[in-house]
Structure formats: structure tokens, C-alpha cells
């Protein structure tokens, strides 16, 4: 934009604030419009699923949502609009199904609904299906997974504050970060941020096994008793690394988690479009799981 500015030259004069918020916004919007012309031909033939994204403001309680059509080659831009009760989704929903079709949609995605307001989700779901008994509609994916994760975290919670313990000694001294990614990890980080907070921690718990014998070569070095923490808050993080009961506590917890992870690394990957597998890759994931812990019944009820 700037480019096409310069080439102008002298004398560009800038849009008004109403050439802006109206004749431009109305251009978009028909622009926007015209392309479910052009795909209404491949939803009639594949179907479609409809993806209704929430969030919360914390502050007014205002809920807010996004809402999209996934088709096989793209996903569109539908609507975006705030409301106050819950339940108002439903009217939303019923006028976008009503615009696409009902035989036309396959499914309905909620997602993000992480908050107090959560509850009512579940009840929105079934009037949802129960008017328009065509289609299926289910929580995000992801959403699920996380709640997975947070189930398990609860259930398994010291093993996880001492990885949170281990990364968090390493990483509040940057003497500490250059010794680990120069001299023993070859440059590769403990920490791997995830949007999900959950999922933050399980993937410091894969890095964690992954870099686990340059971790303890490294808390046995010379390089480590000769820093202050090795005489004051790391030596019981010390001890930690050189247990060998804290890393099978870890591969017990992966065993089940990894396979989760693995997913979630898809769901956030943008290569691809990923509605067409991921059903079999969370079978397979489900399998996975049990063949690690042996359908072993008081493990598995950890993430039934």
C-alpha cells in the first residue's frame, strides 16, 4: 500500500473517515458476499461444517464470536458479532444454517468455550441438534483435548510443578540459559510455548525427556558447581534430574499424553486442511494409548 502511495506521488489526498467506515466497508462486504456464490456449488456437493468461535470479555461479561464455513478447499469468514446471554448463539446459528442450508451442513463446531459461561454450552448443543436433527454438532477438538490435559494435571500434579520447577530454575538466570543451549543441549530450548497453558507444560515435559541426558550431564558438571545455584536453590533441582523415579513418573505421563500432543501439534498446523483425518487420527490416537498402558483400567480413567 505504501508503494502504490509513493508511486502516486504529490498530491495523493487520504481517504475521509466516511469513504473509510462506509463506501470502502460496503465494497468489502460485497466482495465478501460474493464469494459464497462462488462456493455455494462445492458445499451443495461436499457439505460443509459451520465453526463458531467464542470468547469472553472479563471485564463486561460481553460474549463475542466468530463464525466460519469450512469447505474441503477453504475455510470463509462468515459473521462477526458480540451478545450477553449465552443462549443468544442459538439465533445466530439458526440464521447462518437457515443462509447455507441445513442439508448443506454436516456439522456445527463450538469452540473456546473455556469460562463461567461454559456451562451452558452443553444445553445449546442439544437444542441445537434437536431443531436441525440433519446435521451433528460437537465442542472444538482442541477444546476437548485441553480438558483432557487439565483433568490430568490435576490428577498428576506433582510430577508436573517439578518440570514447572526444573524450567523455571533454568530459565531465571540467562547464565544458566547460555550454559544449557551452548555447552550440553546444542542450542535446542527446554520450553515450547503453546497457545493452550496446559499444553505448555507437557510439551516442557517432552523437551524435558528428549534432552534428558545432556540435563544431567549438564547439573554434574563442573560448569554447574561452580554457579551459586548449585550450593542454594538448584541442588534440589539436582537431585530431581538425577532421580531416576522422576523420569519414569515422566514416561508414564507421556505415554498417555503423548499421542494428545501429537494432535494438537496438527490442529495448530496451517499447512493443510486437517477436517478430512482428524477423526481417524484421534482414533488412532485413542489406540495408541491404550496399547502404552497396557488397557490397564485404573490408568486409563485418567483420560476416559
Known amino acids: 500500500m505504501l508503494q502504490l502511495i509513493a508511486k502516486f506521488g504529490l498530491g495523493f489526498t487520504l481517504p475521509s473517515y466516511h469513504e473509510i467506515s462506509v463506501t470502502f ?6 466482495k465478501t458476499l460474493g464469494l459464497f456464490e462462488d462456493y455455494k456449488a ?10 463458531f468461535n467464542i470468547w469472553e470479555n472479563e471485564e463486561n461479561k460481553t460474549l463475542y464470536c466468530n463464525t466460519f464455513l469450512n469447505i474441503p478447499s477453504l475455510t470463509l469468514f462468515v459473521s462477526s458479532k458480540n451478545f450477553w446471554n449465552p443462549y443468544n448463539c442459538l439465533e445466530i446459528l439458526d440464521e447462518i444454517i437457515e443462509k447455507v442450508g441445513e442439508e448443506n451442513v454436516v456439522q ?29 454438532c460437537t465442542p472444538c477438538l482442541y477444546d ?5 490435559l487439565i483433568h490430568l494435571d490435576v490428577s ?16 531465571s538466570s540467562s547464565m544458566l540459559i547460555s550454559l544449557m543451549l551452548k555447552q550440553f543441549t546444542n542450542g535446542e530450548d527446554l520450553v515450547r510455548v503453546d497457545k493452550s497453558n496446559y499444553a505448555t507444560t507437557y510439551w516442557t515435559m517432552l523437551r524435558l525427556k528428549h534432552l534428558k541426558q545432556p540435563l544431567m550431564n549438564m547439573f554434574v558438571s563442573e560448569q554447574w558447581k561452580s554457579t ?12 530431581l534430574i538425577l532421580n531416576s523415579i522422576f523420569w519414569e513418573n515422566i514416561d508414564e505421563i507421556l505415554s498417555a ?10 490442529l495448530d498446523s496451517h499447512k493443510i486442511p486437517i ?9 488412532n490416537a485413542k489406540k495408541e494409548i491404550q496399547r502404552n498402558l497396557k488397557d490397564e483400567d485404573s490408568r486409563l480413567i485418567l483420560i476416559s
Open 108 to 136: 456445527v463446531i463450538i469452540g473456546n468455550a473455556h469460562y463461567p459461561s461454559a456451562k451452558y454450552y452443553s444445553e445449546v448443543r442439544y437444542r441445537l441438534q434437536e431443531k436441525w436433527t440433519k446435521m451433528f
Open 144 to 148: 476437548c483435548i485441553e480438558s483432557i
Open 156 to 171: 498428576c500434579g506433582f510430577p508436573m510443578l517439578q518440570v514447572k520447577s526444573i524450567a523455571r530454575l533454568i530459565y
Open 25 to 30: 466497508l460496503e465494497k468489502e462486504v460485497k
Open 257 to 266: 499424553v503423548s499421542p494428545l500432543i501429537r494432535i494438537l501439534e496438527m
Open 228 to 239: 551459586k545455584f548449585a550450593s542454594t536453590s538448584g541442588k534440589d533441582i539436582q537431585k
Open 42 to 51: 462445492e458445499w451443495k456437493k461436499t457439505g460443509c461444517s459451520i465453526i
Open 275 to 283: 477436517m478430512g483425518f482428524i477423526y481417524e487420527e484421534l482414533s
